[in-house]
């Protein structure tokens, strides 16, 4: 369904350390840079057939984040959500909502953790519980 998602940044510098270490964690290589026509900066991650990217605002506002949206990225285990987490918040990245761990609900029991990165986007970290 999606191509890529991108988020806007107000310090492509910071965000891109932050990045670079916390999607180590999924197994994604650092982030590769480019420069938008507009001369704008960018950093694009490509893993596992997806793309995920930082940008300074083309449009010359500063960078804000969504109220209420979430990006989620899969995770491979339990430790792996917890790593994220703690990666995320040891680079920069806020704690919020529960700690992480398990959850069940109308979708089954899965391992959730929540922050949110230097410029205030919200970021879950999942993996699935397989059903029994």
Request: hydrophobic share 35%; glycine share 12%.
């Amino acid at each position: 369904m999606f191509n890529h998602i991108m988020v806007g940044s107000n310090d492509i510098e910071r965000s891109k350390r932050f990045y670079d270490a916390v999607l180590a964690v999924l197994g994604a290589p650092e982030g590769v840079r480019n420069t938008a026509a507009t001369g704008h900066q960018r950093v694009f991650y490509r893993h596992a057939g997806n793309t995920f990217g930082i940008s300074q605002p083309i449009n010359g506002d500063p960078a804000c984040h969504a109220n209420g949206g979430t990006i989620a990225f899969k995770c491979e285990s339990a430790e792996q959500v917890k790593t994220f987490h703690d990666v995320a918040v040891a680079h920069g990245g806020q704690s919020i909502e529960e700690p992480p761990g398990l959850r069940e609900g109308a979708l089954g029991a899965m391992h959730l953790s929540y922050v949110r990165d230097p410029d205030g986007n919200k970021l879950c970290a999942v993996w699935r519980v397989p059903k029994a």
